[in-house]
């Protein structure tokens, strides 16, 4: 009897092919749809971040907006414009009360008299988008000069 000693590596060897051509196509193919939402998921993100910086801007110019209006004495002021580089800012003052006379030191007249108004206040943003909103305002103005060292 014959022993007869196998090559266990060259069986091996010749049963082990390795990839074909269509198995590396599945496998590409795979990872192609795989890939798809990921990039669905990057371009949403993309959009949210442009949002983001757009909400930012437009917040930034409203609150300049509203640090520019609160600074103006509407009674002297009663409307305007204002070009803000990026957009640009209207406003218009309506009393909402009377003239009143502000009181002086233990009630007597005073020297000044004032009236609440509401401004409105409109923001034409450079892309076509308004923001409009109101606020309410105190003005005021002297009856009277100041007197300096008691003249």
Do not use: C, K
């Not at 600074?71 to 003052?93: C, E, F, Q």
């Not at 923001?123 to 003005?139: N, Q, T």
């Amino acid at each position: 009897m014959i022993l007869r000693f196998v090559n266990r590596a060259a069986d091996t060897r010749h049963t082990q092919r390795g990839l074909s051509v269509v198995e590396a196509l599945a496998a590409l193919a795979l990872m192609a749809f795989a890939f798809v939402p990921l990039l669905y998921l990057q371009a949403r993100m993309t959009e949210t971040a442009i949002a983001v910086e757009r909400a930012e801007a437009t917040v930034s110019i409203r609150n300049s907006a509203v640090a520019y209006v609160e600074s103006i004495n509407p009674m002297m002021v009663g409307r305007g414009t204002l070009d803000m580089g990026n957009a640009t800012l209207t406003w218009i003052a309506v009393p909402e009360t009377e003239v009143f006379p502000v009181r002086g030191v233990g009630g007597g007249t005073g020297r000044f008299s004032a009236q609440l108004f509401r401004i409105d206040v409109s923001v034409l943003f450079l892309d076509g988008r308004i923001d409009e909103f109101s606020i309410l305002r105190m003005g005021w103005r002297a009856n009277s000069p100041i007197l300096l060292g008691g003249e």
